[in-house]
């Protein structure tokens, strides 16, 4: 079972930034990645990574959001700047073990963008 640990969520104004962190438990092999749900909506993917550093951004976040990880920490980073309101959510990490394997879900951390 990996333990998937998030930090860095909060309150910060529109225009502000914000990193957010997730550590795993143990190595992880294959991608790494965040998710956002806001009520009432499906959870809807921001940034996924590979072990080998290729990645994949939504529309929304292209130019703004960068996702970053340390293969010796087991660590996924996620650096947000020039967030906006409609960037409110709860962010969850996402682990593979190996891609193809089980998924593994953090508890979520919320992220509020409000003056």
């Known amino acids: 079972q990996v333990q998937l640990v998030e930090s860095g969520g909060g309150l910060v104004q529109p225009g502000g930034s914000l990193r957010l962190s997730c550590t795993a438990s143990q190595n992880i092999f294959g991608t790494m990645g965040w998710y956002r749900q806001v009520p009432e909506k499906e959870r809807e993917l921001v940034a996924v990574?590979?072990?080998?550093?290729?990645?994949n951004y939504a529309d929304s976040v292209k130019g703004r959001f960068t996702i970053s990880r340390d293969n010796a920490k087991n660590t996924v980073y996620l650096q947000m700047n020039s967030l906006k309101p409609e960037d409110t959510a709860v962010y969850y990490c996402?682990?593979?073990?190996?891609?193809?394997?089980?998924?593994?879900w953090g508890k979520g951390t919320l992220v509020t963008v409000s003056s």
């Open positions: 996402n682990a593979a073990l190996y891609d193809g394997g089980i998924n593994y």
């Open positions: 990574i590979a072990r080998g550093y290729r990645t």
